[in-house]
Structure formats: structure tokens, C-alpha cells
């Protein structure tokens, strides 16, 4: 075999191992940090209707500790996958908490009543979530005070329902734009899939989404995968009682 066979066999050897990791990587089974390996790590998932049908019968519990199920969005919009998931969930012994998506075109009382409206007030739940990002979101045709006033309404209203300081959902771009130096009373929950957020050195984060294209054994599609950035007695008090 020559020098020019040889390194055109070499060059297939890359690509396929190329080819490979970008499957896995993109499968879950590979991840940029090594947040899964760790056995010590409370994590979790967050899904909505894009998962489909759950097979729950084969959720790994230990592999998931926690489930923060989409409820809403606006203040007219329920997930039709709501309460299956949540049912399924708790039926298998797995913390379970709702988030609302929350958008700039509805008034904050509309959408907390479409929250309230879907989401029992139930005991162990996990506090609700208010989602904040841009993508997916309507123009915002107000001004950033006017949005950290809405924001900040339909906060109060779900805390003095359900009797938790609900966690802040949020991306980057939507934090540097509209939150930074704001709520510093909630627990936040960033979404960066890469690295930890720069809302780290804001404040301490209570649940990172580390990772958008998990594997799960029992979910079709991929899935979010979020650790919880505590250990297991802070994570038990963070329950409704």
C-alpha cells in the first residue's frame, strides 16, 4: 500500500470518527462538559408537547430526578401534553413542577389566570416557572421598564397562589437585555447550553439547562437536560410542603 493510499485511508478513519461524535452529540450520548457522568448531580428534564407521547413505564428515575412539564404560554394557550405528563410524572415518584411562556403581547393578569387555570396547587411540587426569552416570542411594542413592570406582575400573582417565589426562566440575550440587576430575590434557571451563564456572576443559579438534544430512554424526540445546582437537602426544601 503507498503513502497516498495510506493517508486517504487515514482521512476516511477521521471522517467517520467525525461522522460518529456528531451523531452522538447530537443523539445526547455525547456532551461538550461532563455533566452527565457525574452520579452525584440532581438532574432533570423539561418538556412540553414537542416530546410527544412519553413512554413513562421507562423513565430511568435516577437518571431523572425532576420534571418541569410547559402548562402555558400567553394568556390563552394551554399544552394539550400538561397533564398527562404531569399525572405520569408524579405517578412515578419524580419531582414535578409547570412553566408558563411568558410573551409581551398579554397583560400579566391574563396569563397568570391561564397558569392558575392549568396547574393544580399541589403539595412536593416544584415552585412555577416563568420562561423568558425571545425566541418563539411576539415583537415586544413596549418599552424594557414596561416589560420588567409586566414580568414582575405576573410574579406577585403566582407567588400569592401557589406560595412559592417562582423561578426565572431565561437565555442570555433575554437576561443582558431585560434582567440583569432585576429580581434578585428569585431563584434563576439559566438556559446555556455551552457554558454556565454570565448570570452567574449576577447571582447564584438554582437550575442550569446544560444540554438542548438529550437522550432519554422512554422520550422519542431529544430532550433538555438540566441539572439542579444544590444538594439533595436544599432540593427536598425547595418542595411545596
Not at 400538561?82 to 419524580?94: M, S, V
Not at 397568570?112 to 426569552?133: G, K, R, S
Not at 442570555?172 to 439559566?190: E, I, K, R, S, T
Not at 439547562?209 to 439542579?228: A, E, M, P, R, W
Request: aromatic residues 14%; charged residues 25%.
Amino acid at each position: 500500500m503507498n503513502k497516498n493510499h495510506l493517508e486517504i485511508k487515514l482521512l476516511l478513519v477521521l471522517l467517520s470518527m467525525l461522522i460518529c461524535a456528531i451523531v452522538a452529540f447530537r443523539m445526547g450520548y455525547l456532551q461538550i462538559n461532563n455533566l452527565a457522568s457525574s452520579e452525584l448531580l440532581i438532574k432533570g428534564i423539561d418538556i412540553s408537547n414537542h416530546q410527544e407521547d412519553i413512554n413513562w413505564s421507562e423513565i430511568d428515575t435516577q437518571q431523572v430526578r425532576f420534571v418541569f412539564i410547559k402548562a402555558t404560554e400567553g394568556s390563552d394557550f394551554k399544552d394539550e401534553s400538561f397533564k398527562k405528563n404531569w399525572d405520569e410524572a408524579r405517578k412515578k415518584g419524580i419531582a414535578v413542577g409547570a412553566y408558563h411562556f411568558f410573551t409581551f403581547c398579554r397583560n400579566a393578569k391574563e396569563q397568570a389566570q391561564n397558569f392558575i387555570e392549568t396547574v393544580p396547587n399541589e403539595i412536593h411540587m416544584l415552585p412555577p416557572v416563568i420562561d423568558l426569552e425571545f425566541d418563539g416570542n411576539c415583537k415586544p411594542l413596549i418599552t424594557k421598564e414596561e416589560v420588567i413592570k409586566k414580568i414582575d406582575s405576573l410574579e406577585q400573582y403566582l407567588f400569592k397562589y401557589y406560595n412559592q417565589k417562582p423561578i426565572l426562566y431565561t437565555a442570555q440575550n433575554f437576561y443582558d437585555h431585560y434582567l440583569v440587576g432585576q429580581f434578585l430575590d428569585n431563584p434563576f434557571w439559566a438556559g446555556n447550553h455551552l457554558s454556565r451563564a454570565k448570570i452567574e456572576a449576577d447571582r447564584k443559579l438554582l437550575f442550569w439547562q446544560y444540554y438542548s438534544h438529550g437522550y432519554v430512554k422512554g422520550i422519542k424526540n431529544t430532550v433538555d437536560l438540566n441539572i439542579f445546582n444544590g444538594n439533595a437537602a436544599a432540593f427536598e426544601k425547595l418542595k411545596k410542603q
